[in-house]
């Protein structure tokens, strides 16, 4: 799947991923209220949810729409589905398949971890399929997903025999983008080396086991606010892609991205969410108004792909 | 919450967690044939999915109805019901109402983990609440939730936060009972300490901003199988109540628990999943058939808490 995810990478031109983090607050009145007033029951819980999740669908449809000509991939991010109970959750299964229907790859970012069966659970649940009564049936049908890497191989082992059967991918979390990533990821083990080396070792060494192309279908998280760790983790895990959040609104900027990237000008892909879904409340895109959020994700998202054009064309002088 | 939990431990004299981890292979055939002929329609992919979930929901209410005067709480692993997509995790709510109804305290195993807005969505999702035009939505409303610590604070506070506004708890992550759990937690750093030690410290300073009584709301999650390691945790974080897994199917015994608890007879909970929900499966309990998996899981439940009822009272001596 990690071909697949390169293929589309270089067929746009662009190493971003779209993430689609529908909070509450970012959702546009109008359509927040249209979506209540004509959806408004559930059979699991308070009605507004229902309402609420709908918005959230209409919203990143929209936002699919202006952007899918333009990226390879877009990110759900779960926990904002979950919030809103079943009838989140159905929204995040109906934007999966939407987004899939327009041809976009889809991470799910859904950073599960567990042991056993209950880590294959989570594989099949995301990547796979259960079979019921001789019927292969799938659940969430992502074509990648987030993975901690906590509970070691016990938990990474059943993702990769998910991957490896059903042609799929994960990016396991190495070195986060959060200011406090560092507690425990940055400790420094007994021969001087940080955690979180110890931790892209293991994915290189995981990732050994599902070679596609020149890359892994098992990738690494690393924050884009950390720079330095990263062009670390780069020549660490030659052929592990990257999935780097932390782009705008967490700070980090182009120049900062270059070291992802390896001379091919592949290996990594860099996220933003709020940057691109909720650049209508920013000054910079504000002409476009509250009615046209799905056109200022467009802009945000051309200005970000030029931005990381820029850096990576740098990367290979 | 936790002084909650407390109290019902010492009503039921039970430190009893029953995991209700329904695998497709543990439903009995007569119940799961029974639920697919009834249910065999879901809005959201196969339809084979909306029969399982149901067998799935059947499943656990005869188990909570026959072990709900034992033990004080339950511990659903969501993974089991997210691998049957929406109607599996509409089970999941069901089941985690129902249990609540028959006034066992829910405990659910998410091991979520994320960071800033994103923890804060996990939290409202599984402890808390939204808001959504003025009114307050409960998504899935378990008493507590596991969490990964991966992420450092910057996942935890959150959470913490949402345990202190609507008095719920979690468990977070340190040692778990999986044979790897040493690769990235038993790693020892640069003052020779394992890994999982810092993270054992950390819980209980984040625990320190979530008092409950003598203990705190922000529990640990110790595997059974590492009773070495367990007793140094207890000494370091003495107000942390322990979540235990892996006695029984992964072979811990109610001697490997005794120093989990404190000299007050407290500070653990034990759980058993395979143990008592597929007890029927095993040659011990076999006598019940499958038709009396139900039976079989209040035997298996009994002989349980006897077992630990042992290892505590010798730890007291």
Redesign the interface.
């Known amino acids: 799947m990690i071909a697949k995810l390169i293929e589309e990478i270089k067929k746009k031109d662009a190493p971003v991923v779209v993430g689609l983090?529908p909070?509450?607050k970012f959702l546009p009145q109008h359509l927040l209220e249209d979506a209540?007033r004509h959806h408004a029951e559930t059979?699991?819980?308070?009605d507004?949810?229902a309402?609420?999740a709908e918005a959230v669908f209409r919203f990143n449809k929209e936002i699919v729409d202006a952007v899918a000509d333009l990226v390879p991939a877009v990110k759900p991010?779960v926990?904002?589905y979950?919030?809103?109970?079943?009838p989140?959750?159905?929204a995040y299964?109906?934007t999966v398949r939407y987004c899939q229907e327009k041809g976009l790859l889809v991470i799910g970012d859904v950073?599960?971890?567990?042991?056993?069966?209950?880590?294959e659970?989570?594989a099949?649940?995301?990547l796979g399929s259960?079979t019921?009564?001789g019927?292969?049936?799938?659940?969430?049908?992502e074509d990648f997903a987030t993975v901690?890497?906590?509970?070691?191989?016990?938990?990474i082992k059943p993702f990769i025999d998910v991957c490896n059967e059903e042609d799929r991918g994960i990016f396991v979390?190495v070195k986060?983008?959060?200011?406090?990533?560092?507690?425990?990821?940055d400790?420094?083990?007994?021969d001087?080396r940080p955690?979180y080396e110890?931790?892209g070792e293991?994915v290189k060494e995981w990732g050994e086991q599902s070679m596609d192309g020149d890359y892994s279908n098992v990738g690494a998280v690393v924050g884009a606010t950390y720079p330095e760790q990263a062009k670390r983790l780069r020549t660490l895990m030659p052929h592990t892609f990257i999935l780097a959040p932390g782009y705008g609104a967490q700070g980090a900027t182009a120049e900062d991205l270059s070291g992802f990237f390896n001379e091919d000008g592949l290996g990594a892909i860099v996220n933003s969410s709020r940057g691109i879904i909720a650049a209508y409340t920013k000054e910079k895109y504000a002409r476009f108004g509250s009615e046209g959020f799905a056109e200022a994700a467009r802009a945000a998202a051309i200005d970000m792909i030029e931005d990381l054009r820029g850096a990576i064309a740098k990367r290979a002088d």
Request: a neutral charge; hydrophobic letters at 35%.
């Open positions: 983090d909070q509450l209540m059979m699991y819980g308070d507004e949810l309402g609420v991010q926990a904002m979950e919030q809103f109970g079943i989140g959750m159905a299964w109906r950073k599960r971890g567990d042991i056993g069966s209950t880590s659970a989570y099949r649940a995301h259960v019921v009564n019927h292969r049936c799938r659940a969430f049908h901690n890497p906590y509970l070691g191989t016990d938990g979390l986060t983008s959060n200011p406090s990533s560092g507690e425990f990821q400790v420094k083990t007994e001087g955690m110890l931790v293991k």
